[in-house]
């Protein structure tokens, strides 16, 4: 049978009820903790579920006046699976990282003479009114020009969410400041290749006419095209929040306070 545990408005698990038991004689879990299994009408406590199993005596405190510390309970579960991020959410994380590209942008493309090559397009655009021929080869001149410059900013900017994401962080710097970061379908950290993968991905999102993102609105893991593509997930929570807890090797599922 496997049991869910509830605490401070969240559920964690599930968990196989021997080891429930054994973490209830341990003092790993509280007789107070709310918990369920399928088939039972409501959340009980574990003391009303379990009261043959007699829990640990409670430890003493070296401050009888402190509040009694709740034991930790793993982190990622599969309600955290079911936690994803919102659209806006989404769209606001990647405003922040426009913004935090932008100063490094501009200071490469000073460095490649960018000011005088805007300078030097927009006086040419000019000087070309009504001659297409005219009119290109100024673009041509500038994109001569400029090419190393957009070329660096390119790989400046893949680097970023490809690195970032695959992080420990999980995240880029948008993400982070949101709360959320970018995990595989089990919720773990993706490895670079697949995250290089998801960026170049965006550019299908993209060239639909942009419904690739729009679809984190609607689907039901709120996935963009370019998710379901590299079969990963964007999930409420900063990866900091989410660090899994010391497992013993008989199973997965058991955690140490």
Same mark, same amino acid.
């Given at each position: 049978m496997e049991i869910w545990i509830g605490r401070d408005g969240e559920r964690h698990g599930p968990y196989q009820e021997d @080891?429930?038991?054994?973490? *209830?004689?341990?003092?790993?879990?509280?007789?107070?903790?709310?918990?369920?299994?399928?088939?039972?009408?409501?959340?009980?406590?574990?003391?009303?579920?379990?009261? @043959?199993?007699?829990?640990?005596?409670?430890p003493a405190a070296s401050n009888p006046y402190a509040a009694p510390t709740a034991p930790l309970l793993p982190q990622t579960t599969a309600a955290a699976l079911e936690d994803h991020a919102g659209f806006w959410k989404r769209v606001a994380a990647y405003?922040?990282?426009?913004?935090?590209?932008?100063?490094?942008?501009? *200071?490469?493309?000073? %460095?490649?003479?960018?000011? %005088?090559?805007?300078?030097?397009?927009?006086q040419a655009s000019l000087d070309a009114v009504g001659n297409p021929d005219a009119m290109m080869a100024a673009n041509m001149h500038y994109y001569s020009t400029m090419w190393p410059a957009m070329l660096l900013i390119l790989v400046m900017g893949v680097l970023y969410f490809a690195l970032c994401e695959s992080s420990a962080w999980q995240g880029t710097l948008g993400k982070l400041a949101l709360g959320i970061r970018v995990t595989d379908l089990q919720g773990k950290r993706i490895s670079f290749p697949r995250a290089l993968g998801r960026y170049f991905a965006k550019i299908l999102s993209a060239i639909i006419l942009g419904i690739g993102f729009l679809m984190v609105a609607w689907t039901q893991r709120k996935q963009g095209l370019h998710d379901m593509i590299c079969d990963t997930l964007v999930l409420n929570g900063r990866a900091s929040e989410f660090k899994p807890t010391q497992a013993s090797s008989g199973n997965r599922n058991s955690f140490s306070a």
């Amino acid at each position: 049978m496997e049991i869910w545990i509830g605490r401070d408005g969240e559920r964690h698990g599930p968990y196989q009820e021997d @080891d429930v038991r054994q973490w *209830l004689r341990s003092g790993q879990v509280s007789p107070q903790d709310l918990a369920w299994y399928e088939g039972l009408a409501d959340w009980q406590p574990l003391s009303v579920l379990f009261p @043959d199993t007699p829990p640990a005596p409670p430890p003493a405190a070296s401050n009888p006046y402190a509040a009694p510390t709740a034991p930790l309970l793993p982190q990622t579960t599969a309600a955290a699976l079911e936690d994803h991020a919102g659209f806006w959410k989404r769209v606001a994380a990647y405003i922040l990282d426009g913004i935090i590209l932008y100063i490094p942008q501009m *200071l490469i493309e000073k %460095a490649f003479g960018g000011d %005088a090559a805007k300078a030097a397009l927009k006086q040419a655009s000019l000087d070309a009114v009504g001659n297409p021929d005219a009119m290109m080869a100024a673009n041509m001149h500038y994109y001569s020009t400029m090419w190393p410059a957009m070329l660096l900013i390119l790989v400046m900017g893949v680097l970023y969410f490809a690195l970032c994401e695959s992080s420990a962080w999980q995240g880029t710097l948008g993400k982070l400041a949101l709360g959320i970061r970018v995990t595989d379908l089990q919720g773990k950290r993706i490895s670079f290749p697949r995250a290089l993968g998801r960026y170049f991905a965006k550019i299908l999102s993209a060239i639909i006419l942009g419904i690739g993102f729009l679809m984190v609105a609607w689907t039901q893991r709120k996935q963009g095209l370019h998710d379901m593509i590299c079969d990963t997930l964007v999930l409420n929570g900063r990866a900091s929040e989410f660090k899994p807890t010391q497992a013993s090797s008989g199973n997965r599922n058991s955690f140490s306070a």
